[in-house]
């Protein structure tokens, strides 16, 4: 899965700025789920796709998580 953070506060009032490689928990339908990333090796493969490329108009913090699809 990839994952583009960004924010839609200014950037001078905003507490905390996504980084990028981080752990990420989502919480849907009363569970946590932790996901963990991949790692820069594998994630020039899934980024040279142009579906999952961030948007151009935002600042955005790109990682690739790995997630089955039962977890979704």
Do not use: K
């Not at 924010?7 to 752990?23: C, E, G, H, K, N």
Request: glycine share 4%; hydrophobic share 45%.
């Amino acid at each position: 899965m990839v994952v583009h953070q960004w924010s839609t506060i200014d950037a001078r009032a905003a507490d905390l700025q996504p980084v990028p490689d981080t752990s990420l928990l989502l919480v849907a339908d009363g569970r946590d789920v932790r996901l963990r990333p991949v790692g820069n090796s594998l994630a020039p493969r899934y980024l040279g796709n142009p579906a999952l490329r961030a948007p151009a108009d935002a600042n955005a913090v790109t990682t690739v998580y790995a997630v089955d699809a039962a977890t979704l």
